[in-house]
């Protein structure tokens, strides 16, 4: 999930075997993000802030839908990151 950290949340997911680019799941301002960080926090997804990539792909992502092709390098990032911390936690 990335957060801007109190504002907006954007859920995607990601097949790292698939190789296609993350699907937006869940997005929302406000009260529907605070909701979207309890239930990724309690499934133990990882909630990363960035700010500007928050606000853009709640903009311009479709839930349901691949990310844009613009935030493609953005969100590999946050995915190469979430998977550095998931491989150092064990």
């Known amino acids: 999930v990335i957060t801007n950290p109190t504002h907006y949340a954007v859920a995607l997911r990601y097949d790292h075997g698939k190789g296609a680019a993350p699907i937006v799941v869940a997005k929302g301002t406000d009260a529907v993000a605070l909701r979207i960080r309890e239930v990724a926090t309690a499934a133990g997804v990882p909630l990363v ?8 792909l709640h903009a311009s992502a479709e839930i349901d839908r691949p990310i844009p092709v613009e935030q493609y390098a953005a ?3 946050v995915i190469g990151y979430v998977l550095r911390l998931a491989r150092e936690r064990g």
């Open 49 to 56: 802030e960035n700010r500007l990539l928050a606000r853009a």
């Open 75 to 77: 969100v590999a990032e």
